[in-house]
């Protein structure tokens, strides 16, 4: 998969590239390409953003700017899926992570402070995601977390069958996963189930899927 993230900030997402999944994939299943709008930007100076129309706080990045740079990377509009990271766009789940993960290209959008120009979620922009119903300072943790997400879905990013029975797999029926232990067995009185210590494995299923679905309720 060929994944770039649109950012101010490109240099906020070293640490990511250096821990897995991604960097299992990178290279590899992942190519992942940071790209800063100032690089490609119509205005001087290196701005990209501009007071909102009507007046208000905050600053708001330019359908010019957004434009100039998906044009000098692709040449003209992406025909591939351009996803917008705002809190208007659809909710991030996993079911939206696998869909996602079985695209071969995906450009990310991000933006600072008040946002996108409207124009860029309506004629730039083909998608929009949000993950979740709160305000950030900007697209960039957002990003992060699509990224990684995505990454974890790729072949190599995990050790194998590490991803089978996982909160909202298939394995799980789509529910949370169930509760894990290690050693030591018992810590200041809160001993490990004792379940867990029997060496019955099929005691030991019967156990785990009950939990989850305790966990995730009706």
């Known amino acids: ?21 991604v960097a299992a994939v990178l290279g590899d299943e992942l190519e ?11 205005l001087t100076g290196g701005r990209v953003d ?8 905050g600053m708001v990045l330019r359908v010019d700017a957004v434009a100039a740079a998906l044009d000098a990377v692709y040449g003209g509009a992406p025909g591939h899926r351009v996803i917008a990271l705002t809190p208007q766009g659809r909710q991030l789940t996993q ?8 695209e071969e290209r995906l450009t990310l959008l991000s933006a600072r402070f008040e946002g996108f120009d409207e124009r860029v979620l309506i004629h730039l922009a083909s998608d ?3 993950i979740g119903p709160y305000v950030l300072s900007g697209g960039e943790l957002p990003a992060m977390v699509l990224v990684d997400a995505i990454a974890r ?32 067995a018992e810590f200041r009185g809160w001993r490990v189930p004792d379940v867990l210590l029997s060496g ?9 899927k009950e939990q989850s679905k305790l966990r995730t309720g009706p």
């Open 1 to 21: 998969m060929q994944l770039d993230v649109f950012t101010l900030l490109p240099h906020a997402f070293a640490w990511l590239t250096e821990q897995r999944p």
């Open 32 to 42: 992942l390409r940071l790209l800063n709008y100032r690089d490609h930007t119509p």
């Open 50 to 57: 501009d007071e909102p129309y009507g007046g208000g706080a």
């Open 95 to 102: 079911a939206v992570v696998d869909e996602l993960a079985q």
């Open 128 to 130: 929009a995601i949000s």
């Open 153 to 184: 879905r790729l072949p190599g990013a995990l050790a194998e069958g590490s991803g089978a029975f996982e909160s909202f797999s298939p394995e799980l029926d789509g529910g949370l996963e169930y509760p894990h232990y290690t050693r030591p």
């Open 200 to 208: 019955d494995h099929r005691r030991i299923d019967e156990w785990r």
